[in-house]
């Protein structure tokens, strides 16, 4: 379960404090497909960093999993996010001095996992790329580096995975692929998946849509079965 | 064409708004190269102009004569000549000897062998002699006065006002030294200076037969006279007696030339640290244009040309260039104010600091010129970056946009060629010929490309060990050192030639050390007696007995000179000195050699000693002379090739007048290191048992105390009689080659100052990727230990490719110092480099955390934001 509370962040500006997110409370039942849309400037990747623990709301809480985030060391939020939480960004953010299986190992490497080799080999073949562990991110296409990263935030099996605009420097047909890989995921082990995007069709694809505007929440529906 | 090079100068000043502080870092790592430079060419050239200025006070006189024995007659008429011409003249004869503190009769306090300086009155003419109470020097041609080192007073537990026997004559200490022009500080480490007036040196009955002793005449000549006319005239007949003579132009000569060499020997260590520098420059400005990539290929999309891209950023390169080159003059001018502290004790003037205009300048110009060079390469490899670069590049953040190889690109080899060029230039224009230049330009790259391909070497073993199955954090740490666009080797270079400088130094001082205190377990003797007369040979023998002490050897010495000798060597220069003179010195060409002209101290006996190897011919086996009437001798095997004679040949010999005829039947190879009296030629004994001579006695004492109380109680006995104690060798080795290497050090410090500024500023190059990197790793779950472990195994890596590649090298340098200069077994010394190589570790983990602490700072929100 991933709970929001009265979520509000404000960043000082010269001598004034702008307001980015305001009062956002909601909660997120265990395996659900959940988009956050939004114009430019909304508080999407603001409310999505909030809610993985990244950065700490000026007022308000998430909580994971019962676990109120503002009660942890930022160390402490690490090695959560180590165990319980996995991403998916839209430049990839992939090692450039890893292999693809030394990247997608990085999240169980850092917990000292002994099955991170296995684990992550696994992965690899479940997103279609078994022939290319040993190749370094920049010999890999746009669409094969996501996968890539998808393979990284699905190996320590989290309980969420926040994707940002995991399409957004993709061509059409590989993101319809690369979002049809995050929905079988998201059914077969049974993740949690906040999508924060801009993509309408992708939006459409979710379970439930949070419609962001100006920093609150404008809209929130479940789409019908 | 004016008006668009401004146009690009301000596109340039422009583009570096966000940047300028990075790249100021990185060529601060020139400016250290610069200061070193710009502190030895000032500070030699305060040296020249002050040796210039003293040159008169450092002879003491307008021309000074002297000789290894009391002045020929000749000489003296000469003097007597230009006494009558209105010249003054006075006497100096300086010997060593053994002092005791106190009188011979009260016992004395305690001895200590000294450097004994008889001064005529008037000595010297020129300078002034400072003493301590201040005035005491115009006091000691008042009577039986010394005026000594402190250190001497210290040794022996005296103090000004205190009686000083030399020999048979006391002395009052008058006071002690401050400022003796023309010395250097390093010489009292030989032994402290005794000035005493120099007729009373007949009293203290010390120079006996054979000691040594020169003699010099210092006279100062009117206006009317030049002292180099003068020379110039008699040189035939001091020559041909063996006599030295020195103006105060000779004076100035030597000095310059020598402090000229002492400079281009540390400009060298300069100059490298310069070019460590510049290779710094190229990896930074290299990070640098791979950030410039979108940023060119925009500009070329809105008309910019090649030619103006490469403009844009060669301006920036130059300005950036000069920023460093003006700091590097400004630290110089400082450095140039320690340089005194660090190499007064070599110096034998005052040297008054001024900043001096040359060196400044074309520390200037040197240093934008090694900048612009230096970043010519990476610049040239972008300006074919193509406009569609706007429109799609790699993302990976790793590509420099350089075409693939420098070698298809004309404009890059000719960039390499004038960089090449330019070295071998300055190297010329620092050295005196262009063969010198040339040789030094080679060994500056054979050091640099030494260092490099070292450091390359470890970096490729430490690629494997990243395949390692280490933990995590450690084999990304490892892998991070590989990371493109890291400058690992721009840092192993700079931080290796550091340790290899530092390294090398190490090496040669504990071998040089080692081996003077291996020579002294290993010798059978530690204590030696010198100057030891015919009559005082057994009482000083029942002396040592009577303390049952062993007489080790009891070496007779015959001092000689050579007559004439006969060569057969084929290709033997001509010598003017054969056939019955060694006179003949006409010009510098067909001037005899040294060892043509100098005073031998031979002994004779009839067995080879244990430090000696015959290496050609045999050791004889008759007691008396051939059948030609000539008596047998043994060579010393590079004696000989310096002379080039051989087996077979003749040598004459002048033994106080007497004409000694030998042949050469053997060559011998000498231990000379070990503790016991060598020779060069050892005769028959028949040859010179009779002639005049005097003894070394070599004997063993355990005991400290009981050493020091035989050297004071031989002293009391036969007070000319010189003693020297092995510890005492040591002691001054030790001391003469610290002060060496202080001087090697400081300037090797500015190779390790280059090498953390690449470090930082490599470090400030890849920040962004770095702190990207980081700050994604955070969000993947790492801890900031975790973080702090990674960078810790990256720069203790680093450190150690960097000391392991300069210690290895220090070793084949060491090696090579210790096996050609000092001539003697190399052993490497695992402490020294040990401290050498943490040392440099620690430097680079403690410079690479703390330039890397931003990383730590940034939340890892920052991954999401960045797109």
């Not at chain 1, 190996?155 to 079988?184: C, K, M, Y």
């Not at chain 2, 740490?477 to 080797?489: E, F, L, S, W």
């Given at each position: 379960?991933?709970?929001?509370r009265?979520?509000?962040k404000?960043?000082?500006s010269?001598?004034?404090?702008?307001?980015?997110?305001r009062d956002?409370?909601?909660?997120?039942?265990d395996?659900?497909?959940?988009?956050?849309?939004?114009p430019?400037?909304?508080?999407?990747?603001?409310?999505l960093?909030?809610?993985?623990?990244?950065?700490?709301?000026?007022?308000?809480?998430?909580?994971?999993?019962?676990?109120?985030?503002a009660?942890?060391s930022?160390?402490?939020r690490?090695?959560?996010?180590?165990?319980?939480?996995g991403?998916?960004?839209?430049?990839f953010?992939?090692i450039p001095?890893?292999?693809?299986?030394?990247?997608?190992r990085?999240?169980?490497?850092?917990?000292g996992?002994?099955?991170?080799?296995?684990?992550?080999?696994?992965?690899?073949?479940?997103?279609?790329?078994?022939?290319?562990?040993?190749?370094y991110?920049?010999?890999?296409?746009?669409?094969?580096?996501?996968?890539?990263?998808?393979?990284?935030?699905?190996?320590?099996s989290?309980?969420?995975l926040?994707?940002d605009?995991?399409?957004g420097?993709?061509?059409?047909?590989?993101?319809?692929?690369?979002?049809?890989?995050?929905?079988e995921?998201?059914?077969d082990?049974?993740?949690?998946?906040?999508?924060?995007?801009?993509?309408?069709?992708?939006a459409?694809?979710?379970?439930?849509?949070?419609?962001?505007?100006?920093?609150?929440i404008?809209?929130?529906r479940v789409?019908?079965? | 064409?004016?008006?668009?090079?401004g146009?690009?100068?301000?596109?340039?000043?422009?583009?570096?708004?966000?940047?300028?502080?990075?790249?100021?870092?990185?060529?601060?790592?020139?400016?250290?190269?610069v200061a070193?430079?710009?502190?030895?060419d000032?500070y030699s050239?305060?040296?020249?102009?002050?040796?210039?200025?003293?040159?008169?006070?450092?002879?003491?006189?307008?021309?000074?004569?002297?000789?290894?024995?009391?002045l020929?007659a000749?000489?003296?008429?000469?003097?007597?000549?230009?006494?009558?011409?209105?010249?003054?003249?006075?006497?100096?004869?300086t010997?060593?000897?053994?002092?005791?503190?106190?009188?011979?009769?009260g016992?004395?306090k305690?001895?200590?062998?000294?450097q004994?300086?008889?001064?005529?009155?008037?000595?010297?003419?020129?300078?002034?002699?400072?003493?301590?109470?201040a005035?005491?020097w115009?006091?000691?041609?008042?009577?039986?006065?010394?005026i000594?080192?402190s250190?001497?007073?210290?040794?022996?537990?005296a103090?000004?006002?205190?009686?000083?026997?030399?020999?048979?004559?006391?002395?009052?200490?008058?006071?002690?030294?401050?400022?003796?022009p023309?010395?250097?500080?390093?010489?009292?480490?030989?032994?402290?200076?005794?000035?005493i007036?120099?007729?009373?040196v007949g009293?203290t009955?010390l120079?006996?037969?054979?000691?040594?002793?020169?003699?010099e005449s210092l006279?100062?000549?009117?206006?009317?006279?030049?002292?180099?006319?003068?020379?110039?005239?008699?040189?035939?007949?001091?020559?041909?007696?063996?006599?030295?003579?020195?103006?105060?132009?000779d004076?100035?000569?030597?000095?310059?030339?020598?402090?000229e060499?002492?400079?281009?020997?540390?400009?060298?260590?300069g100059?490298?640290?310069?070019?460590?520098?510049?290779?710094?420059?190229?990896?930074?400005l290299?990070?640098?244009?791979?950030?410039?990539?979108?940023?060119?290929?925009?500009?070329?999309?809105?008309?910019?040309?090649?030619?103006?891209?490469?403009?844009?950023?060669?301006?920036e390169?130059?300005?950036?260039g000069?920023?460093?080159?003006t700091?590097?003059?400004?630290l110089?001018?400082?450095a140039?104010l320690?340089l005194?502290?660090?190499?007064g004790?070599?110096?034998?003037?005052?040297?008054?600091?001024?900043?001096?205009?040359?060196?400044?300048?074309?520390?200037?110009?040197?240093?934008?010129?090694?900048?612009?060079?230096?970043a010519?390469?990476?610049?040239?490899?972008v300006?074919?970056?193509?406009?569609?670069?706007?429109?799609?590049?790699?993302?990976?953040?790793?590509s420099?946009?350089?075409?693939?190889?420098?070698?298809?690109?004309?404009?890059r080899?000719?960039?390499?060629?004038?960089?090449?060029?330019?070295?071998?230039?300055?190297?010329?224009?620092r050295?005196?010929?262009?063969?010198?230049g040339?040789?030094?330009?080679?060994?500056?790259?054979?050091?640099?490309?030494?260092?490099?391909?070292?450091?390359?070497?470890?970096?490729r073993?430490?690629?494997?060990?990243?395949?390692?199955?280490w933990?995590?954090?450690?084999?990304?740490?490892?892998?991070?050192?590989?990371?493109?666009?890291?400058?690992?080797?721009?840092?192993?270079l700079?931080?290796?030639?550091?340790?290899?400088?530092?390294?090398?130094?190490a090496?040669?001082q504990?071998?040089?050390?080692?081996?003077?205190?291996?020579?002294?377990?290993a010798?059978?003797?530690?204590?030696a007696f010198?100057?030891?007369?015919v009559?005082q040979a057994n009482?000083?023998?029942?002396?040592?007995?009577?303390?049952?002490?062993?007489v080790?050897?009891?070496?007779?010495?015959?001092?000689?000179?050579?007559?004439?000798?006969?060569?057969?060597k084929?290709?033997?220069?001509?010598?003017?000195?054969?056939h019955?003179?060694?006179?003949?010195r006409?010009?510098?060409?067909?001037?005899?050699?040294?060892?043509?002209?100098r005073?031998?101290?031979?002994s004779?006996?009839?067995?080879?000693?244990?430090s000696?190897?015959?290496?050609?011919?045999?050791?004889?086996?008759?007691?008396?002379?051939?059948?030609?009437?000539?008596?047998?001798?043994?060579?010393?095997?590079g004696?000989?090739?310096?002379?080039?004679?051989?087996v077979?040949?003749?040598?004459?010999?002048?033994?106080?007048?007497v004409?000694?005829?030998?042949?050469?039947?053997?060559?011998?190879?000498?231990?000379?290191?070990?503790?016991?009296?060598?020779?060069?030629?050892?005769?028959?004994?028949?040859?010179?048992?009779?002639?005049?001579q005097?003894?070394?006695?070599?004997?063993?004492?355990?005991?400290?105390?009981?050493?020091?109380?035989l050297?004071?109680?031989a002293?009391?006995?036969?007070?000319?009689?010189?003693?020297?104690?092995?510890?005492?060798?040591?002691?001054?080795?030790?001391?003469?080659?610290?002060?060496?290497?202080?001087?090697?050090?400081?300037m090797?410090?500015?190779?390790?100052?280059?090498?953390?500024?690449?470090?930082?500023?490599?470090i400030?190059?890849?920040?962004?990727?770095?702190v990207?990197?980081s700050?994604?790793?955070?969000t993947?779950?790492a801890?900031?230990?975790?973080i702090?472990?990674?960078?810790f195994?990256?720069?203790?890596?680093?450190?150690?490719?960097?000391?392991v590649?300069?210690?290895?090298?220090?070793?084949?340098?060491?090696?090579?110092?210790?096996?050609?200069?000092?001539?003697t077994?190399?052993?490497?010394?695992?402490?020294?480099l040990a401290?050498v190589?943490?040392?440099?570790?620690?430097?680079?983990?403690?410079?690479?955390?703390?330039a890397?602490?931003d990383?730590f700072?940034?939340?890892?929100?920052?991954?999401?934001?960045?797109?």
């Amino acid at each position: 379960m991933l709970v929001a509370r009265d979520l509000t962040k404000s960043f000082p500006s010269g001598d004034r404090t702008i307001t980015v997110l305001r009062d956002v409370s909601f909660s997120i039942a265990d395996g659900d497909f959940v988009a956050i849309v939004g114009p430019s400037g909304s508080g999407k990747t603001t409310l999505l960093g909030l809610l993985a623990g990244l950065d700490t709301p000026s007022a308000g809480s998430v909580l994971i999993d019962g676990v109120d985030l503002a009660a942890l060391s930022e160390d402490a939020r690490a090695r959560l996010r180590g165990e319980k939480v996995g991403f998916v960004f839209q430049s990839f953010q992939l090692i450039p001095t890893l292999t693809a299986l030394e990247n997608v190992r990085v999240p169980l490497d850092l917990r000292g996992d002994a099955s991170a080799e296995s684990r992550a080999m696994e992965l690899l073949r479940r997103v279609g790329l078994a022939d290319r562990t040993h190749h370094y991110p920049v010999r890999l296409s746009g669409g094969e580096q996501q996968r890539v990263a998808i393979a990284r935030a699905f190996v320590n099996s989290p309980r969420v995975l926040f994707a940002d605009e995991p399409t957004g420097n993709l061509d059409h047909d590989t993101g319809v692929r690369i979002v049809e890989l995050l929905e079988e995921l998201n059914r077969d082990a049974k993740t949690t998946v906040v999508i924060v995007t801009h993509d309408l069709e992708l939006a459409a694809r979710a379970r439930r849509m949070i419609r962001l505007s100006d920093g609150a929440i404008v809209e929130d529906r479940v789409r019908a079965a | 064409m004016t008006l668009r090079i401004g146009a690009l100068a301000a596109l340039a000043w422009r583009d570096t708004r966000t940047t300028r502080r990075r790249l100021v870092l990185s060529m601060s790592s020139i400016a250290i190269g610069v200061a070193a430079l710009v502190a030895v060419d000032s500070y030699s050239a305060d040296v020249v102009r002050s040796i210039h200025a003293q040159a008169r006070s450092l002879l003491g006189a307008d021309l000074s004569v002297s000789a290894h024995r009391p002045l020929p007659a000749p000489v003296l008429a000469m003097l007597d000549t230009l006494r009558a011409k209105g010249a003054a003249e006075t006497r100096v004869t300086t010997f060593s000897t053994m002092a005791l503190g106190g009188t011979i009769e009260g016992g004395g306090k305690g001895t200590k062998l000294v450097q004994v300086r008889a001064m005529g009155a008037g000595a010297p003419y020129y300078g002034v002699i400072e003493t301590s109470p201040a005035g005491r020097w115009s006091e000691l041609q008042g009577g039986e006065n010394a005026i000594v080192d402190s250190s001497l007073l210290i040794a022996l537990n005296a103090n000004v006002g205190d009686t000083l026997s030399l020999g048979y004559a006391r002395f009052a200490i008058l006071g002690t030294l401050r400022n003796v022009p023309g010395d250097v500080g390093i010489a009292a480490a030989l032994g402290p200076r005794v000035y005493i007036p120099d007729r009373y040196v007949g009293a203290t009955q010390l120079l006996g037969f054979g000691s040594r002793a020169d003699y010099e005449s210092l006279v100062r000549l009117p206006a009317t006279l030049d002292a180099d006319a003068i020379t110039k005239a008699h040189r035939e007949l001091f020559d041909s007696l063996q006599v030295r003579s020195q103006t105060v132009a000779d004076t100035e000569r030597s000095l310059t030339r020598s402090i000229e060499q002492l400079g281009r020997f540390l400009g060298l260590v300069g100059l490298i640290a310069l070019l460590l520098g510049g290779t710094g420059v190229a990896s930074a400005l290299r990070a640098y244009m791979s950030e410039k990539i979108d940023a060119i290929a925009v500009l070329r999309c809105l008309g910019a040309s090649g030619a103006q891209v490469v403009w844009i950023f060669v301006m920036e390169a130059a300005g950036l260039g000069l920023a460093g080159a003006t700091l590097g003059v400004v630290l110089g001018v400082g450095a140039q104010l320690v340089l005194p502290h660090v190499l007064g004790s070599f110096i034998p003037v005052d040297v008054e600091p001024r900043f001096e205009w040359i060196p400044a300048l074309s520390g200037l110009a040197l240093g934008t010129w090694v900048g612009i060079l230096f970043a010519l390469g990476p610049v040239l490899g972008v300006r074919k970056v193509a406009p569609l670069q706007v429109l799609r590049r790699d993302d990976d953040g790793s590509s420099t946009g350089e075409s693939r190889s420098m070698w298809r690109d004309p404009a890059r080899l000719a960039a390499g060629a004038v960089l090449i060029a330019s070295i071998v230039a300055v190297c010329i224009a620092r050295a005196d010929s262009a063969i010198v230049g040339l040789w030094m330009a080679t060994g500056i790259s054979a050091a640099i490309g030494a260092t490099w391909l070292a450091a390359m070497v470890c970096a490729r073993a430490a690629r494997r060990l990243a395949r390692l199955p280490w933990r995590f954090v450690v084999r990304h740490g490892i892998a991070n050192v590989d990371r493109p666009g890291n400058q690992t080797r721009a840092v192993v270079l700079a931080l290796g030639f550091g340790a290899f400088l530092l390294g090398t130094l190490a090496l040669v001082q504990s071998n040089v050390l080692q081996q003077i205190a291996s020579t002294a377990d290993a010798s059978a003797a530690n204590i030696a007696f010198f100057d030891v007369q015919v009559d005082q040979a057994n009482p000083l023998d029942s002396m040592l007995h009577a303390r049952t002490l062993p007489v080790l050897a009891r070496v007779p010495i015959v001092p000689m000179r050579i007559a004439g000798y006969t060569s057969r060597k084929p290709k033997a220069p001509e010598r003017p000195a054969a056939h019955d003179s060694a006179q003949g010195r006409g010009t510098d060409r067909a001037r005899p050699s040294w060892a043509v002209r100098r005073e031998y101290r031979s002994s004779y006996r009839d067995s080879l000693a244990s430090s000696e190897k015959i290496v050609a011919g045999k050791w004889w086996t008759t007691p008396g002379p051939d059948a030609d009437g000539a008596f047998e001798i043994s060579v010393e095997k590079g004696l000989a090739e310096d002379l080039g004679v051989l087996v077979g040949d003749t040598i004459t010999w002048d033994v106080q007048g007497v004409r000694i005829r030998t042949r050469v039947t053997s060559l011998r190879e000498v231990q000379w290191a070990r503790f016991e009296p060598n020779f060069f030629v050892i005769f028959q004994s028949a040859a010179l048992r009779e002639a005049p001579q005097s003894f070394a006695f070599l004997s063993r004492v355990n005991d400290d105390g009981a050493r020091a109380r035989l050297q004071r109680d031989a002293v009391q006995r036969f007070p000319n009689v010189s003693s020297i104690d092995l510890s005492l060798i040591e002691n001054a080795v030790a001391k003469i080659l610290a002060r060496v290497s202080l001087a090697v050090r400081f300037m090797a410090l500015f190779s390790v100052v280059t090498g953390v500024l690449v470090l930082v500023s490599a470090i400030a190059a890849s920040r962004r990727q770095r702190v990207r990197e980081s700050v994604l790793l955070k969000t993947l779950g790492a801890t900031r230990a975790q973080i702090i472990r990674m960078l810790f195994t990256e720069y203790a890596l680093l450190g150690a490719i960097g000391s392991v590649a300069g210690i290895l090298l220090a070793t084949g340098g060491g090696w090579a110092a210790v096996h050609f200069i000092f001539k003697t077994p190399f052993s490497i010394a695992p402490l020294s480099l040990a401290l050498v190589a943490a040392a440099t570790m620690l430097l680079t983990v403690a410079t690479g955390l703390f330039a890397a602490r931003d990383v730590f700072a940034e939340t890892p929100m920052a991954a999401l934001r960045e797109v």
